[in-house]
């Protein structure tokens, strides 16, 4: 089975830097996601590392360590909207040919002035 | 552009009466299809999962079940509803499995409260 560790809150001033970390136990890995959803609304993609490394979109920065299971994501120069829960998560392959995701519980982030 | 549509947007229904939901996705063909549930505060729960027309997979023992009519369309229904069965139902979509099948996008959800 898979199983994801991440903070369930964070908090942090706007335009500060804030890294949301993730860890991970499963059968079988292909990569790490990351999504963003907004209180009431639908969980949006950000990001998907699937090699070791750091991968930029922006002011979004997604991290990933195999070999520790390990991955975060990093937002920089905070912003107010950023206010949201993240969510990291794992595909596993189904015997269908399909990926299935596997989702963390959340993390609440809240942008404080 | 790839656009996926689900309704009703808010659903209130009473304990023992029916439910269905619809999604449908624009834009693809031959798209992977997932419902999922959330609980207020929670992470998100598989459902169901469809890699083609009537082919459904089920993840959970539940009191849902779920129907691929049609190519992009993806139905979840229960005959009788039960009060543990209210939460944020969430309609996705991804490529086949040729594509990139692990980033999902999901539709605009149905707040469902069963009374």
């Known amino acids: 089975g898979q199983s994801l560790e991440q903070p369930s809150e964070v908090t942090a001033v706007e335009g500060a830097i804030v890294q949301i970390n993730c860890t991970y136990q499963t059968s079988g890995f292909y990569g790490l996601s990351w999504y963003q959803q907004h209180d009431g609304g639908a969980p949006t993609f950000l990001s998907y590392n699937a090699l070791d490394g750091l991968e930029e979109t922006g002011r979004f920065s997604s991290f990933l360590s195999r070999s520790d299971s390990y991955g975060y994501l990093l937002l920089q120069e905070l912003q107010m909207k950023d206010s949201a829960s993240y969510f990291c998560?794992?595909?596993?392959?189904?015997?269908?040919?399909?990926?299935?995701?596997?989702f963390g519980k959340g993390t609440k982030l809240s942008v404080i002035p | 552009s790839q656009t996926i549509h689900q309704w009703p947007a808010t659903l209130v229904q009473p304990v023992g009466s029916p439910l269905s939901l619809e999604c449908t996705v624009e834009g693809t063909s031959n798209p992977n299809l997932y419902w999922y549930r959330q609980a207020a505060g929670r992470g998100l729960q598989l459902l169901f999962y469809s890699v083609g027309i009537g082919q459904i997979s089920s993840e959970v023992p539940q009191n849902l079940s779920a129907s691929r009519p049609q190519d992009r369309q993806f139905i979840l229904s229960s005959k009788k509803l039960l009060l543990s069965d209210s939460g944020f139902y969430l309609c996705?979509?991804?490529?086949?499995?040729?594509?990139?099948?692990?980033?999902?996008?999901f539709g605009p959800g149905t707040r469902l409260t069963v009374t």
């Open positions: 996705a979509w991804s490529d086949p499995p040729q594509g990139k099948s692990y980033e999902q996008y």
């Open positions: 998560a794992v595909p596993s392959l189904s015997g269908a040919g399909s990926y299935q995701l596997t």
